[in-house]
Each structure stands twice: as C-alpha cells, then as structure tokens.
C-alpha cells in the first residue's frame, strides 16, 4: 500500500499566524536583549578601564606594557559582541532553534512548541491526518497564548551593566566638564599605548632635560618652572636624590630652586611637584678649561713686517708695540656652545673661538673670555687677558775702538766701528761732524750715510772710516757723532756721544808732538825728584832706626 504526499506547499499545513507572531517576538527580544547586553559589556569594559587609567596616571606614570595589556583585555572583551551574534542571533534564527531555546526555560511549552513545528515541517505526518495536526497546532496556538513567552528570556545582567555604564559615563562626563584634557590624555593612552602621550597632570611644569649636566664637584642649582596654565601650583616640590635625604624647595613665584650637593658620579633624581613626577639624570661634568690661548698679531705697518707672529699668552699679559693689530683665539677643553669676548659674541668652532681684531693702542682695555660649552657648563671664572701697549723704542748708536778725544794728521785716517741696535729694524746709519774753526764766525758742519739697514735687522755692525781729507775737513777741532735712524715716522735721528777729533797739518802735528815731548820730558824730571827725595828720607829713617835700637845690626 502506497502514501501519497501533498506536493502542493499551498496545500501544507502551516503553523497558526498568532504562534508564529509570538516566537518571532521572542526571538527579538533574545536578540536585543544578548546584543545589548554584550554591547553593555564592551561599553562597560571600555569606560571602566579608562577610568583604570586616568587613577592609575593620577599617581604615577602608567607603564607602556601595563596600558598595552588593559587595551588588548578591553580588544579581547569585545569579542563578545560577534560571540553574542553567533550564540544569540545566528544559532536562534528559525522556529525550531527558538522552540529549542524555550524548551531549556520552559520545558513543557518549548517541548509542544517544538512538536508543533515538526508537525508542519514533516509532510509525513499531515498526510495521514491533515485534521488532526491542524487542530493539534490550534490547541497548542490556543494554549501559547495564554503564556508570557518574556519570562522565558535567558537571563542577563542589563541592570547591573546599565547602572555601571551610568556610575561610569557619569564620572567621565565629571571629569570631561572639569578637567576636559584629564579625558582626553587618557584615551590617547589606552587607545594607543605605544604613542609618547604624556599624561596629563594638574602640575603643569615646563619641559626638563632627561638629564642635567652639573659641574664635577659643586654644588649647583636647579630651578624647576610651572607652566602659566598650570592648574594647581604647590607650594613645595620634592627631589628624591640616591642616597641622601629628600630635598624640598619652596615655590618662589612660578619656580622652584633646588640646591644639589656635590656628585662626583652620575646619579638619578626624581622630582615630585604635586601629581607631576619626573626622572632626571644627573650627570657631573668637568667644566671647560682653557687649554691654550695665543694672540696672533700684526705689528705697525710702517715697520714693514708683513708676517703676523703668534704669541702665547696665557700668562695672561699681552704685550706689543703700539699700533700692532690681530686676533687672539683660544681652545677649550669640550666643544663650545657660545663663547663672548667684552660681552659680545664671539664666532665658535668646536673647541675654539677667536675675539674680533684687536688694535692696540695707548691704553687698551682688557680682555675678558667668557665661555659656555655643550653642556652648558661655563668657566668657573672669566679669563682676563691684560693688552700692553710698548713704546716703538729709539735706535741707539756707539762707536768701537774709538777714543772720545784724538788727534789726527789731515792726511791720515782713522777706523772703527759702528754699532746701531734697535727693537724691530735699523734703517740707515751714518756719522756727522761740526768743524769749530777760531776764524771762522760759523761752524762748518757735514755728515755721511755709512750703511743701510732692513725692517728684520735689529743689529748693524758696520766698519767705519774717519778721513779728513777725503771729507774735505781742514785742520781744526772736529766733533764726531753717530747716528741711526729707524721706521717710525717722524722719529728724529738718534746721536752718540760726540768724539773731539783734533786734525793738524803736518807743522801743527810736528809742534803738537814737540810739546808733547816737553811734557813728557817735564814729567820725567819731576819723576827723577821725587825718587831723589824718597831715597834720601830713605836713609834718614835707617839713622834713627840705628840710634833707636844700638843692639840691632
């Protein structure tokens, strides 16, 4: 015996309007009410780790990997959304998986429920009794009705997460309506951990080094500054230095000055001015020390010295001939950051810096280096180099092997030498003679260039020759001078002491040395009586010596 079943889907039976309705209202409510509980869950996650953050900053400067790990629990936590889709929306989509659902709340409607829609699924059995699986679907309809199907919802805990996401949102929008910036840092930091973002702090101080360079083995300050909008402005701040007691500084205006004691290590220094902390190094350095300093001048230009010549002053006295030029550069122990010379800056290279040209004059004021390097540690005194202007000195001139009086035949000559010494250069040398003659009513006077010097040649040595008749000069008194002349403009010629050069012609020579031999013969016979007279006293001493003393022979 063969069954027929209905090919006709017009022909099936369905399952009645009004059941249809309540199921499908209770699949929605599973599903609003799993969705928005796992979207509560994320909000909740969400708000209250953001709130874990802006305590946690409160206090302390959050670790990267301590917000890196809130934010990957609060991206693991959201999983619960697409979990909720699955177990709440994609799992209870037909009328079976919802009668299933019913039946784990309500055993005995979601058993008929599910009998029901079998029923109208299973062309089987309305093939052997259409009637009676229409009115076992009316019955079961009918009866349905009559239940709340709500109360057969899976629990959830929308409550507790809508009052959490109240309190929460309520805190922020607190903290959002008096400290806005509060907010917002502590997003940037949870959302995205691996940013710099600062916190924020109602401290606001301005922007420290990582670490400050102090001199090795001083004492040194250290002032802190508040930000203008800072929000909260303590009166004391704190520093935390290894091993020493804390020290405390008191707020001056908008700062705070710290004094450090003498490091000889390097060490690390928290600050703490209200809820802003921060960590500094503290590095002791050596300051910066002249390692050399030399002044590179140009002497005058009318010395004709076109060279420059260095010269080391770091004893600190810089002494040159008037109207010398140059420049004076000095190295340091570090690379400079800024140097001045007088108070104005001077160009830097490296280690080096050099003043502006430098012109000395009658009184030159001095100089005084001041230097800052790399580090900002400055010279623990200013260098201060003295500027002596020296007189451009007279040459002086002497003859050698020359007698300051003599006597000379008008046809003989005398020779010698001149001697010229000057500080930078000799330019000429020569002799000059004035002829004093008891006729004449005027003295006749000449002279003669011996030699010529060089603007190097502080020395000239020169052989000289005085010879009368060769210069002309009759017989007579002559007075003889030396002179020298160096490169300073304007400079008169400088003399020697005069030398008396008695010319004589040859009668005059010939009655000069007859009178000389007078003179000399003269002499001889005082001589001769003198001793005549010493040996007759002599012999009379010896007398009265005898006649003192008888017993003596």
Request: charged share 20%; proline share 6%.
């Amino acid at each position: 015996m063969s069954v027929s079943y209905p090919n006709d889907r017009s022909s099936r039976l369905e399952i009645p309007h009004s059941l249809r309705e309540q199921l499908v209202t209770f699949r929605n409510r599973v599903w609003t009410a799993k969705i928005a509980e796992s979207i509560s869950i994320v909000v909740v996650a969400l708000a209250v780790s953001l709130l874990f953050v802006i305590a946690l900053d409160r206090f302390w400067d959050t670790p990267l990997l301590l917000r890196l790990g809130i934010l990957l629990l609060v991206v693991g936590i959201t999983f619960v959304v697409p979990y909720a889709l699955y177990r709440w929306v994609w799992k209870c989509r037909s009328l079976g998986q919802i009668a299933r659902l019913l039946r784990v709340r309500e055993p005995g409607v979601g058993g008929q429920l599910l009998g029901v829609i079998e029923l109208a699924e299973c062309d089987r059995e309305q093939s052997r009794s259409p009637a009676l699986c229409q009115a076992a679907m009316v019955q079961v309809a009918e009866m349905v009705k009559q239940r709340d199907l709500g109360d057969a919802v899976p629990a959830t805990s929308l409550r507790i997460l809508t009052s959490v996401i109240a309190v929460t949102l309520l805190v922020l929008a607190s903290i959002a309506l008096v400290a806005t910036p509060v907010l917002r840092s502590g997003w940037d930091r949870l959302m995205l951990p691996w940013r710099s973002t600062p916190r924020f702090t109602f401290v606001a101080i301005e922007p420290t080094a990582d670490q400050i360079i102090v001199p090795h083995g001083e004492s040194a300050k250290w002032q802190v500054s508040l930000k203008p909008e800072s929000r909260w402005r303590p009166p004391t701040a704190t520093l935390h230095l290894d091993g020493l007691p804390p020290i405390t500084a008191r707020r001056e205006t908008n700062s705070y000055v710290f004094e450090l004691p003498p490091r000889n290590e390097v060490s690390e220094m928290q600050l703490q001015v209200g809820d802003a902390k921060q960590t500094v190094l503290l590095v002791p350095k050596l300051r910066p020390a002249l390692t050399s300093i030399v002044a590179e001048m140009h002497l005058p230009d009318y010395l004709q010295r076109p060279d420059s010549m260095q010269m080391d002053v770091r004893g600190g006295m810089l002494s040159v001939v008037r109207g010398s030029y140059g420049m004076v550069s000095a190295t340091t122990s570090s690379p400079l950051r800024m140097a001045s010379v007088n108070g104005v800056a001077a160009e830097v290279w490296n280690d080096s810096f050099v003043t502006p040209t430098v012109t000395v004059e009658s009184e030159t004021p001095p100089l005084q280096f001041d230097w800052t390097d790399e580090n900002g540690l400055a010279a623990l005194s200013p260098f201060e180099l003295s500027v002596e202007a020296i007189p451009d000195a007279a040459p002086t001139v002497a003859a050698q092997n020359l007698a300051r009086e003599s006597v000379l035949l008008e046809t003989d000559q005398v020779n010698f030498q001149l001697l010229a010494l000057d500080d930078f250069g000799i330019k000429r040398v020569g002799l000059q003679w004035n002829q004093y003659e008891d006729t004449a009513s005027e003295n006749s006077q000449g002279e003669k260039v011996l030699a010529s010097g060089d603007a190097h040649q502080s020395s000239l040595l020169v052989d000289a020759v005085f010879s009368p008749q060769s210069l002309g000069i009759e017989s007579g008194s002559v007075e003889l001078r030396l002179w020298a002349e160096d490169y300073l403009p304007g400079r008169e010629r400088q003399f020697s002491t005069p030398y008396t050069i008695y010319v004589l012609t040859a009668a005059q020579h010939a009655q000069w040395i007859a009178n000389q031999m007078e003179k000399w013969h003269g002499a001889s016979l005082d001589v001769r009586e003198r001793e005549r007279g010493l040996h007759e006293r002599n012999k009379q001493l010896r007398a009265m010596q005898q006649d003192a003393f008888p017993a003596i022979k």
